[in-house]
């Protein structure tokens, strides 16, 4: 079995076996955490609870106004490289047929070179967040390992990606393989590390939201 059939076959089977576990495992360990009950009286319905929680979900994609001056560039590199992965992941044609393949869905690609670009792009933005954190004195002190093995498996399928489409450094079915199992590396670490906040994120956000609309607080 060469490489790239191993990361096409066993390989792939297993990270999406382990992301799926994994993330369940994840949602049950949450939703078992016991909470305290909550004796005060409601001030907002089920409605404007729902309504709290989808709200919060996207005002916390922006920074309350007196962090924004401090936050201006970290914002603008996440925002470059969130927005640049999915413009690469849902946008390029082989990934649009990868996801057919595997789901049944499908939808028009990009053009190749815009993809390309972003791809460079998110890669430069990468590097610059990880710069920031290795030398700024307060991101340094928290950073962990987590942090960066977390930055090093979202920066490999890009880097790869990228190297597989130049044809730079190997043989094209290499560079591919290489690719795919990078990829495959970034799905079995998402459960289990910061990556994790790619699903969690709305669900966290969307209780606080549902509490303090419970509460009669602003979100």
Request: glycine fraction near 10%.
């Amino acid at each position: 079995m060469t490489l790239l059939e191993f990361a096409r076959g066993p390989g792939l089977q297993w990270s999406l076996v382990i992301l799926a576990v994994g993330m369940m495992w994840r949602l049950v360990g949450i939703l078992a955490l016991k909470h305290k009950p909550d004796f005060s009286e409601p001030r907002a319905g089920g409605g404007a609870m729902f309504a709290g929680a989808v709200k919060t979900v996207f005002t916390r994609m922006v920074y309350a106004k007196p962090f924004r001056t401090q936050t201006t560039l970290a914002s603008l590199l996440s925002y470059v490289f969130h927005i640049g992965l999915a413009i690469v992941v849902f946008g390029f044609g082989p990934h649009i047929l990868f996801i057919r393949d595997l789901t049944g869905l499908s939808w028009p690609n990009l053009p190749s070179g815009m993809i390309y670009l972003t791809g460079v792009i998110t890669l430069g933005a990468l590097v610059a967040l990880l710069i920031r954190r290795m030398t700024h004195p307060v991101l340094r002190l928290l950073s962990n390992f987590d942090d960066y093995f977390s930055w090093l498996v979202t920066v490999l399928p890009i880097a790869t990606g990228l190297l597989a489409v130049a044809h730079l450094g190997a043989r094209y079915e290499t560079l591919l393989g290489l690719h795919i199992l990078s990829v495959e590396l970034l799905l079995v670490w998402l459960p289990f590390g910061k990556l994790g906040h790619a699903f969690l994120v709305f669900v966290s956000r969307a209780t606080t939201g549902a509490v303090f609309a419970r509460r009669g607080a602003a979100t």
